[in-house]
């Protein structure tokens, strides 16, 4: 389980000591978009050097992520605060380094860290974007992705399908909420409202997506219907503690642009109390567009619409205990 989204940690404006803390506290693990360096990870050898670059361009080459210089882990998970003494390796030191990487990466930022300003004791918090202009070759003349917590050399099909990446429309799931809706005297179901938003990340006009969300655990008797836009077709189904929407594009999505996917309503008897919906039922939302691009996110959400991140293999366990024959291969 993932304590903090991606773009949650994308989108601290000032990185602290606190924020280090509690990345240890709640033990956020490594993953495609955060990495963990100790301190010696720096060096003013060659061969330190070649690793922040070859680190730095395989976040570059595939989605960004944040590498923390000054933290050790453990199991991918961070376990002690390991500061570099920032009067050796300074922040101009890293960004000549992070500069050999050819071509040069746009916005790139790094946020030091001081312990009580003290220079000898700092963190450097590096923010790598995706790159546009990808790929981008490290100091060996090999080109890197990221990889199960690691970087790793591309193949020759990865590198022309990124060469591409500036012409192809890029698309993000931004969030899902589920909202209870007033209940009438007479109502023998509660209405739960389901929404959901895409932005348009890249440079390029999307024309062609269709968005899906997938509701796992729901209570015996739940039903569904919608609230369709002007000429938007959807498809749904219904099982036994599963139910699917479908909702192919609509309109063309512009660079930039934040559109909502429409309203959907999930019918849940009377009788079923909140408690059986807020943090039981599992929601997997899948982003479909051009050029083979996709996108997800899976979660739960609780009464406040606060998110919590799965894998699919932990909440295939968890339907399991009800429901032995349980396939997600077979729902999604």
Known sequence: MYNKHFMDLLEIQEYTIDFINSLIENEVEENIHLDYKASGALGKKDEKKFEIVKDVSAFANSDGGILIYGLTEENHKPKDIDFVDG??????????????????????????????????????????????KAPHMARDHRYYKRFNFKSEPMEDYEVK??????????????????????????????????????????????????????????????????????????????????????????????????????????????????????GKVYIKMTLLYEDGGKDTMLVNLDENNKVELFDEEEISAYIKKDHPDFSMADIL
């Open 87 to 132: 009067n050796v390796f300074t922040k101009e030191w890293m960004e000549n380094i992070i500069h050999q990487i050819q071509p040069h990466i746009d916005g790139i930022t790094i946020h030091p860290i001081r312990e009580n300003g003290n220079i000898g004791h700092s963190i450097y918090v590096v923010k790598v974007p995706r790159s546009d």
């Open 161 to 278: 399908d990124i060469l591409h990446r500036k012409y192809s429309p890029a698309l993000q799931i931004v969030n899902g909420t589920l909202q209870d809706e007033n209940v009438r005297e007479g109502d023998k179901v509660v209405t739960f409202a389901f929404k959901a938003w895409i932005r348009n990340i890249g440079k390029v006009i999307s024309k062609d997506y269709k968005f899906s969300a997938s509701f796992f655990n729901l209570p015996k008797g739940t039903s569904g219907n919608y609230q369709p836009s002007e000429g938007k077709v959807l498809s749904m189904y219904v099982c036994e503690y599963c139910w699917k929407m479908t909702s192919p594009s609509k309109e063309p999505l512009f660079p930039g642009e934040l559109i909502e996917t429409g309203h959907y309503n999930i019918l849940i008897p009377i009788e079923t109390s909140p408690d059986d919906i807020w």
